[in-house]
T-cell receptor, first 118, second 117 residues
Framework: AQKITQTQPGMFVQEKEAVTLDCTYDTSDPSYGLFWYKQPSSGEMIFLIY??????QNATEGRYSLNFQKARKSANLVISASQLGDSAMYFCAMREVNSGGSNYKLTFGKGTLLTVNP | DTEVTQTPKHLVMGMTNKKSLKCEQH?????MYWYKQKAKKPPELMFVYSYEKLSINESVPSRFSPECPNSSLLNLHLHALQPEDSALYLC????????????????FGAGSRLTVL
């Protein structure tokens, strides 16, 4: 079973509008972290936002916010006031604390390609 | 500018060649990673170094040989590769590789795009 599911292969949004990118996850570990990365066509993975499993409030970073619904195991990324430069692939990822205590592995979803139209 | 520097940005090599990819960071991070990313796919973990020691090898073929000469440098030596090894190779670093989940955000480089002929 996939640990991270991104059901939207592609999304379109008009410039200046908000867009939500979906992410659901599957884990039995009570301690985990959720990340969103942006990958433009140049290839670099750019960290956007992080949410810890014990965090009480939804994470926000500038125009990015994470809609964290723990019971539903979802961690959707909301981008407000979209800009043309937001056009990129967006990956949701999860890091679990395994029984050994190391949390080296970041498991990625398949990604959502966002296109911002002028 | 990215804080993780990868060279070269592009590499074309034949199946009998030996080449290396290099990665450098000066953020004082003690964990470094190699990921492989095929077109339109998510990155896949290859290796993890923690405090200059190889912690994780995700069953990567021996034609890929990692090396961590010091805490700032990470190399990936390539030998006798196959055309299916053509991909974007991403290096990343984090403060540590253990501890609280999520505390160690990975910072990625821009990648080295490898083509094997």
């Amino acid at each position: 079973a996939q640990k991270i599911t991104q059901t939207q292969p592609g999304m379109f949004v008009q410039e200046k509008e908000a867009v939500t990118l979906d992410c659901t996850y599957d884990t039995s570990d009570p301690s985990y972290g959720l990340f969103w990365y942006k990958q433009p066509s140049s290839g670099e993975m750019i960290f956007l936002i992080y949410q810890g499993s014990y965090d009480q409030q939804n994470a926000t970073e500038g125009r990015y916010s994470l809609n964290f619904q723990k019971a539903r195991k979802s961690a959707n990324l909301v981008i407000s006031a979209s800009q043309l430069g937001d056009s990129a692939m967006y990956f949701c990822a999860m890091r679990e604390v395994n029984s050994g205590g190391s949390n080296y592995k970041l498991t990625f979803g398949k990604g959502t390609l966002l296109t911002v139209n002028p | 500018d990215t804080e993780v520097t990868q060279t070269p940005k592009h590499l074309v090599m034949g199946m009998t060649n030996k080449k290396s990819l290099k990665c450098e960071q000066h953020m004082g991070h003690r964990a470094m990673y190699w990921y492989k990313q095929k077109a339109k796919k998510p990155p896949e973990l290859m290796f993890v170094y923690s405090y200059e020691k190889l912690s994780i090898n995700e069953s990567v073929p021996s034609r890929f040989s990692p090396e961590c000469p010091n805490s700032s440098l990470l190399n990936l030596h390539l030998h006798a590769l196959q055309p299916e090894d053509s991909a974007l190779y991403l290096c990343a670093s984090s403060q540590g590789a253990g501890g609280a989940a999520g505390a160690n955000v990975l910072t990625f480089g821009a990648g080295s795009r490898l083509t094997v002929l």
